[in-house]
């Protein structure tokens, strides 16, 4: 997107604006519009609200990304078990079905906010939304969203988050950020979890990984780490402590805007 | 598969363009996608039919253009096409690069036919008036 002015117009598509471009006739009898937006302009205008609010309160959102079963929930435990006791979590959680990865996260007496999809692959910016309206955001530093478990899906929809951190883990092979480019390439942080299994699955070459994501341009940093034997896990503690102050500088020198609610419903926001 | 999200939320912005210009049906939509962008074009398609059933934009012809991959190379500055996994500069093969095209997903226009069917009329009583 455009910085200057928002709109979508790059390199690939303004050869079609240009006068004798595919988008620059119009047919007789018929009115051409010319339109350049994003197909999710709607999602990612709430996700920007939502971006809004977090910042608001001076809370950093990261969106947690991988496969089923990478090891996000157990990330997240062990990250309250030995996060700063002074930064304060709530989760919100993302699954098709079942309460089970909230219930896992409120038993080390953390706020977690379950969303049922359904039969959707992916969180949008509206149900962020929707949870945002059960939690009091004004309590927390930093609020961690659970992404469904899904390489594809949820790589399309902004949400609101300030940071996107992908979790790679051993059992799933090295070249998942080859096979699987949108979503890696949208990484701030790349985790290669369950790091405790790289002795016995020793074809994970956590360096080819590295390649596969130089080869998408990446310049996200990459963590080795395991939620069961803590390896690791102080690096990411480093990290997460690193991007809250960060946030607080930016938002020092850009505040968040008071925005009057351009909601269509009344609504009270916790 | 997200496209069917994606393509509701197509026909939402296509039914308020078409509301704004008072527009009785649209007869063609072009979007834009690259590979990058994470949305497959052919399930877009298919999802059409399913997401425009009783909006203005059921039976409308929806073209898609295909945006390629192009990357800037941060070190020589050379612009070349790429593969979506492959983001390396053609010229040099330096891996740091700069993405110019490839991760779009957008709506670039619409044809709207406008109800217009009164003023035809009006033109075709005052050309039988002149001819009689």
Known sequence: MCDTCGCNITHGNENFIKPGGKLHKTQSGKEAITVLHSLLSENDHTAKHNRNHFDQHQVLAINLMSSPGAGKTALLEATIQQLDKNIKIAVIEGDLETENDAERIRQHGVEAIQISTGSACHLDAHMIHQALHNLDLSKFDIVFIENVGNLVCPASFDLGQHLNVTLLSVPEGDDKPAKYPVMFRKSDLVLISKSDLLPILDDFKPERARRYLQDIASTAPILELSSKNKQGMSAWLDWIQQQISLRQQHLLQHPATSENHSHEHEHHHA | ?132
């Not at chain 2, 997903?105 to 009689?132: F, G």
């Open chain 2, 1 to 132: 598969m997200h496209e069917l999200a994606i393509c509701q939320s197509l026909i939402s912005q296509v039914e308020n363009i078409a509301l704004e210009h008072q527009a009785k049906s649209v007869s063609l939509i072009v979007i834009g996608i690259g590979p990058l962008s994470g949305v497959e074009a052919q399930l877009l398609k298919n999802a059409y039919p399913v997401a425009s059933a009783g909006s203005v934009a059921e039976n409308t012809q929806l073209v898609i253009e295909y945006l390629p991959v192009k990357v800037k190379c941060n070190e020589c500055g050379c612009e070349s096409e790429a593969l979506p996994n492959k983001l390396i500069c053609k010229q040099c093969g330096n891996w740091q690069t700069s993405l110019l095209s490839g991760d779009e997903l957008l709506l670039m226009s619409v044809e709207l036919e406008k109800d217009d069917t009164l003023d035809d009329t009006a033109n075709d009583a005052s050309a039988n008036a002149n001819i009689h």
